[in-house]
């Protein structure tokens, strides 16, 4: 059996017939397809508010693009008070 996908032989029965790397990304786009958390605002986001990551499994950066913006901009110790605030938020919806 090929893969669905491209023309690698899959040996193993497989559902969906996917290679490893296309079964890889399945996986990985069923994961996100509802959207991630994340770890930490603890807000659940759709994964257009996630910028990418390429060296991350899923392809997107674990932290979602408002956090990210807050790091960056903050000192350490406001960051960390403002993210315990969001938390706190959040943390009914986890
Ligand atoms: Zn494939
Ligand atoms: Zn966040």
Same mark, same amino acid.
């Given at each position: 059996m090929k893969c669905l996908l491209c023309p690698i032989e899959v040996y193993e029965f497989r559902e969906p017939n996917l290679c490893d790397?296309? =079964?890889?990304?399945?996986? /990985?786009r069923r994961r996100n397809v509802h959207g991630k958390r994340c770890p930490s605002c603890y807000a659940h986001k759709p994964v257009i508010e996630y910028d990418?990551?390429?060296?991350?499994?899923?392809? =997107?950066?674990?932290?979602? /693009?408002a956090c990210n913006g807050l790091r960056r901009t903050l000192d350490l110790s406001t960051w960390h008070t403002v993210r315990d605030a969001l938390r706190k938020a959040n943390a009914d919806k986890v």
């Open positions: 790397t296309h =079964l890889k990304e399945d996986i /990985r990418r990551n390429a060296r991350q499994w899923d392809g =997107l950066q674990s932290y979602c /693009r």
